[in-house]
């Protein structure tokens, strides 16, 4: 989880850029997909058996993204009888190239952290106040929406959700000063921070240990495969009348090729082709839920989403469970972030620790422009052992080898806003990819903003497919709109 700061550094060099191939055949493994049997109930669901031929909606990739763009489809068509506007279900397939939700949603640091003031100042400077606002109101709807699924289906033990708030810790004075400014300009908005509590040096380190001032913020964590699991189950289970959802794990898009032009939507004709290496699907619309691996269909946004590779591991604290706090934490980089997965009270056992973090240490800058999952980076592994040990002294062992150690493949941009709505071309045109989707360049905080991108997208989709116009909810940024960022894709040095 990082917070992203709009800086071409962190993206990479743009004169380098390349689209991405495909993601790594054999990936880490990750706590979240492969620390039980089961903890991937649905890893091969639709790998084998005949592919779907026909689709209205493919939706490429099956991470939190691509099965929230499902889910909010089904909800619409449900809300909206879509049977009876278009005579027939809305039939959705997804398709994803390995196990089901392997990518940075099934490999990341579990932290759901709707950001509250973190960089507001600098955000109010460039945009002006309603835009700033609004680069928080997204997450905090987000957010509540999750966890209000989460709850209202009583999910919160399946998937450890845990309600323990986040501190972020600030290690110099320098950082410490902008925190306050931050908070102090955040106050003055309509951004509401009741639940936001600055903690001075010494109580920090009375209560929690570290002797470093902090803020607290709500937050929550969770193991966010089992969450994309149950939303997948849920979704698949509205299928009838209305709807339909099938997922392909194991196939890879490898092209999307437009076929007939100038269709419409009410010719009933599929003006696209996905291929795939199992055969090709016919639809009339796709999402490219494919984040950091974005460019690999989409050759022209190799610079403006850069694929930058994350590393967490699993390690043992080594002390109770009553030593240790149920709270997320993060520093003032917003490079490491850490917390402790929920134990059963009285358990004898240490406990399990998912820290990630280090990609300032990397061999490669960043590791910026890396899209191989499929091993670790020594360094940043190192940093990571010893930085536990070095901010709780005590509490953890210098150089513990960790349960498990993973990456995971972010999306960056320039601006560390995702990209929402149309597919644009360079040239500002939306023909080009006409009924093309794209919600992708989280920049490693895509937790509390995803599902609600996804939700956008569904909505765009009903939109055209019922011949209305989208209107753009209050809660959501203009700058994450694709037709807005057209400068980032001139930038692009690249041309397929
Ligand atoms: C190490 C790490 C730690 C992180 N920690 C946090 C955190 O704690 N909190 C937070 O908010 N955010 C965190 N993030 C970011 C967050 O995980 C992502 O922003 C979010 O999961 C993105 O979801 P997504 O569905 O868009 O992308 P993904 O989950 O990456 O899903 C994209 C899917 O598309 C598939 N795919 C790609 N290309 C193709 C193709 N051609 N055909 C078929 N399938 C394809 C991939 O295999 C993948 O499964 C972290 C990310 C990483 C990598």
Redesign the pocket.
């Known amino acids: 989880?990082?917070i992203p700061i709009p800086s071409r550094s962190l993206c990479g060099a743009v004169e380098t850029a390349r689209p991405t191939g495909?993601?790594s055949a054999n990936p880490t493994r990750s706590f979240w997909t492969d620390s039980s049997p089961n903890a991937n109930l649905l890893a091969s669901q639709g790998s084998e058996g005949p592919l779907t031929a026909d689709a209205d909606i493919c939706i490429?990739?099956?991470?939190?993204?691509?099965v929230g763009v499902a889910y909010h489809l089904a909800q619409a068509a449900q809300a909206t009888g879509y049977a009876s506007m278009c005579k027939g279900p809305l039939k959705v397939v997804i398709?994803?190239?390995?196990d089901f939700?392997?990518?940075?949603?099934?490999?990341?640091?579990?932290?759901?952290?709707a950001a509250t003031y973190v960089g507001y100042a600098a955000r109010e400077a460039a945009f002006g106040r309603d835009e700033a606002t609004r680069s928080y109101e997204v997450e905090a709807y987000t957010t509540r929406s999750i966890v209000s699924i989460i709850q209202e289906h009583g999910w919160d033990d399946d998937i450890d959700m845990v309600n323990g708030g986040h501190i972020r810790l600030y290690f110099t004075e320098a950082a410490a000063c902008d925190a306050r400014r931050d908070l102090e300009c955040t106050r003055m908005s309509s951004l509401n921070l009741k639940a936001v509590k600055w903690i001075e040096k010494e109580e920090m380190a009375t209560e929690y240990g570290p002797p470093y001032p902090g803020v607290y913020s709500p937050a929550y964590n969770l193991w966010?495969l089992k969450f994309v699991t149950k939303l997948y189950e849920r979704t698949e289970g509205l299928s009838g009348r209305h709807f339909s959802l099938t997922v392909h794990t194991q196939?890879?898009?490898?092209a999307v090729e437009r076929v007939v032009q100038g269709s419409d939507d009410q010719s009933g004709i599929r003006p696209y082709i996905v291929s795939t290496p199992r055969g090709s699907i016919s639809c009339s619309k796709v999402v490219h839920?494919?984040?950091?691996?974005a460019s690999?269909?989409l050759p022209f946004l190799a610079s403006c989403i850069v694929p930058t590779?994350?590393?967490?591991m699993a390690v043992r604290a080594d002390v109770n469970v009553d030593q240790i706090k149920t709270n997320s934490w993060g520093n003032d980089r917003g490079s490491e972030?850490w917390f402790a997965r929920p134990m059963q009270k009285g358990s004898d056992e240490k406990p399990l620790i998912i820290l990630?973090g280090a990609r300032q240490l990397a061999v490669t800058p960043f590791e910026s422009n890396v899209q191989d999952d499929s091993t670790v980076c020594p360094v940043v592994g190192k940093a990571l052992r010893n930085f536990l040990p070095s901010v709780f002294p005590g509490k953890f062992m210098p150089e513990r080898k960790p349960e498990m150690e993973w990456?995971?493949?972010?999306?960056f941009t320039e601006a560390g806003d995702p990209l929402v709505g149309p597919v644009v071309d360079p040239d500002g045109n939306m023909d080009t990819f006409k009924g093309q989707f794209i919600?992708?360049g989280?920049s490693?905080?895509?937790?509390?903003r995803?599902f609600g991108c996804a939700e956008i997208i569904s909505q765009m989709i009903i939109a055209e497919l019922s011949g209305n116009e989208w209107n753009r909810p209050e809660w959501f940024p203009e700058r994450f709109l694709t037709w807005n960022r057209i400068d980032d894709l001139k930038d692009s040095s690249f041309r397929a």
């Open positions: 989880m990082t495909l993601p490429i990739g099956s991470g939190i993204t691509g398709l994803e190239a390995r939700c392997s990518g940075a949603t099934g490999r990341n640091g579990g932290h759901l952290r966010p196939t890879p898009a490898t839920a494919t984040n950091g691996y690999h269909l590779r994350g590393q967490v972030y990630g990456t995971g493949i972010m999306g919600a992708a989280y490693g905080h895509g937790m509390p995803a």
